[in-house]
């Protein structure tokens, strides 16, 4: 499948587990979600339960299709659990993008590169990327023309460009809510579907079939019920 939908919220309880069992889940425990409000530990706070679901279907991808030494980009890459389980996993040459300048404060900032930079304009040469992550980012400012046009650029022919995204098949009006003082966009069946046109433009094609259907809203956020979506598509040869 190119393109999954969260059905439920035991889903993402399911993922919880199965990340611990890996062991790569990032998330705060108990004790130090308390050190954390007291302000006795500075550290990032890396993770969000909630995106349980969309990260272990990134890290089963990217653990079949690309090798440990192969350069993956992951892109608003501030608190991402994804750039950070991937180096649990042996993955060795990674590289996370973001505007927040706190990005150096991640973990393993001496041995993941991390560029202060909008991932929509980069500096990186072309072709420099096996793969290119965004979990829950592309919503947010989404601008598809630049966005294809610069995943394009720096994926190397056969790699691999793998978002999540705040979805429902019906369109969900999300007008005047702003996210990181950006506009927030709930997808719909119809603005993927465009998406996806607009990405074949750039080279950039869906793997297999696409699943549109959702069954529940288990997100509710910004007052708004919706789910989430995970999508991964292929640069052409």
Same mark, same amino acid.
């Given at each position: 499948?190119?393109?999954?939908?969260?059905?439920?919220?035991?889903?993402?309880?399911?993922?919880?587990?199965?990340?611990?069992?890996?062991?790569?889940?990032?998330?705060?425990?108990?004790?130090?979600?308390?050190?954390?409000?007291?302000?006795? /530990? =500075?550290?990032?706070?890396? !993770?969000?339960?909630?995106? *349980?679901?969309?990260?272990?279907? $990134?890290?089963? %991808?990217?653990?079949?299709?690309?090798?440990?030494?192969?350069?993956?980009?992951?892109?608003?890459?501030?608190?991402?659990?994804?750039?950070?389980?991937?180096?649990?996993?042996?993955?060795?040459?990674?590289?996370?993008?973001?505007?927040?300048?706190?990005?150096?404060?991640?973990?393993?900032?001496?041995?993941?590169?991390?560029?202060?930079?909008?991932?929509?304009?980069?500096?990186?040469?072309?072709?420099?990327?096996?793969?290119?992550?965004? /979990? =829950?980012?592309?919503?947010? !400012?989404?601008?598809?023309? *630049?966005?294809?046009?610069?995943? $394009?650029?720096? %994926?190397?022919?056969?790699?691999?460009?793998?978002?999540?995204?705040?979805?429902?098949?019906?369109?969900?009006?999300?007008?005047?809510?702003?996210?990181?003082?950006?506009?927030?966009?709930?997808?719909?069946?119809?603005?993927?579907?465009?998406?996806?046109?607009?990405?074949?433009?750039?080279?950039?094609?869906?793997?297999?079939?696409?699943?549109?259907?959702?069954?529940?809203?288990?997100?509710?956020?910004?007052?708004?019920?919706?789910?989430?979506?995970?999508?991964?598509?292929?640069?052409?040869?």
């Amino acid at each position: 499948m190119s393109m999954l939908v969260l059905q439920e919220k035991v889903q993402i309880n399911q993922a919880r587990r199965k990340l611990a069992e890996k062991g790569v889940s990032c998330v705060d425990s108990f004790c130090k979600s308390l050190l954390r409000r007291f302000k006795l /530990i =500075s550290a990032v706070p890396i !993770g969000d339960t909630l995106k *349980s679901w969309d990260v272990l279907l $990134s890290l089963d %991808l990217l653990e079949e299709k690309v090798g440990k030494n192969e350069p993956i980009l992951d892109i608003g890459c501030y608190a991402s659990e994804l750039i950070v389980a991937l180096h649990k996993l042996g993955y060795f040459d990674l590289t996370g993008a973001d505007l927040n300048p706190r990005l150096t404060k991640m973990p393993y900032h001496d041995l993941i590169h991390y560029e202060i930079t909008d991932f929509l304009h980069t500096k990186f040469v072309d072709a420099s990327f096996k793969a290119i992550t965004a /979990i =829950s980012v592309i919503e947010h !400012g989404f601008n598809a023309p *630049s966005l294809l046009k610069e995943v $394009s650029r720096l %994926l190397k022919p056969g790699g691999y460009f793998i978002a999540s995204f705040d979805y429902y098949p019906e369109k969900i009006d999300t007008q005047g809510i702003e996210y990181f003082n950006m506009d927030w966009k709930i997808f719909s069946k119809d603005e993927v579907a465009d998406f996806i046109n607009q990405a074949a433009g750039c080279g950039l094609f869906p793997l297999g079939a696409m699943m549109y259907d959702a069954k529940d809203r288990p997100i509710d956020c910004g007052g708004k019920q919706y789910t989430f979506a995970w999508l991964t598509l292929t640069k052409s040869k």
